[in-house]
């Protein structure tokens, strides 16, 4: 029994050394798909891969424990409850349905948002003594609805509930058929740290590439 449980060790700790030269080998422009795919398109198995990787220079304790179907719903409602807070209570009722499916339908098309890496280029990091970052200059590819008309919050207050729903079914509908596209041109950074040889590439944080995804996003579907 030893030598076949020698031969299953000796497999296993073969495979972990390749998964971690692997890991270490990512360029900047992989390791910001796992970002994006992760925080942007809400893929929880990227988001596992990309908790792979920051663990050698990270730490686990530092890596995202993030639910991000949990998260993404909790979004939904949030924007919902707002919503309706603004509106008569009766209408509030009666729309909370559509109004529901109308904000899921605006935040699921932003998961469909593509990126091209036009440039990639290394700057002096101000923060760090011999830093360097990484830029990635990127086009971001929305899909945005046909125009439809546009709702002021004054406006739906005044609305019946009826016209109201009709309203927010016709929107949902705009959304989960966008087909025209508005391209963003932004720069996203890369922290590069060295460790043991290797160097590795963090965002600091995916708060800046949610925000800054977020406020394009909605800036496309106002023009």
Not at 18 to 35: D, H, I, R
């Amino acid at each position: 029994m030893k030598r076949p449980m020698r031969i299953v060790l000796l497999m296993l700790l073969f495979c972990v050394q390749n998964v971690f030269a692997q890991t270490k080998a990512l360029n900047p422009e992989q390791v910001f798909g796992m970002y994006f795919d992760a925080f942007v398109k809400q893929d929880q198995n990227t988001l596992q891969k990309l908790n792979t990787y920051l663990t050698p220079f990270l730490g686990a304790e530092n890596t995202y424990t993030i639910d991000l179907k949990k998260s993404y719903s909790e979004e939904v409602q949030n924007l919902t409850n707002t919503f309706l807070t603004n509106l008569p209570k009766e209408t509030a009722v009666d729309c909370k349905a559509e109004a529901g499916e109308y904000f899921n339908a605006l935040l699921d098309n932003l998961k469909h948002t593509r990126y091209v890496v036009k440039n990639i280029r290394e700057v002096k990091n101000e923060y760090v003594d011999n830093g360097l970052v990484t830029e990635l200059s990127v086009d971001l590819i929305f899909s945005a609805p046909a125009k439809t008309s546009d709702l002021k919050l004054e406006e739906a207050k005044k609305m019946k509930a009826e016209d109201l729903k009709a309203y927010l079914k016709k929107k949902t509908h705009a959304f989960t058929k966008s087909e025209k596209k508005e391209t963003v041109k932004q720069v996203f950074k890369l922290y590069q740290i060295k460790k043991e040889g290797n160097t590795y590439y963090w965002n600091g944080g995916p708060q800046e590439l949610v925000w800054k995804l977020n406020e394009l996003y909605f800036k496309t579907l106002t023009h």
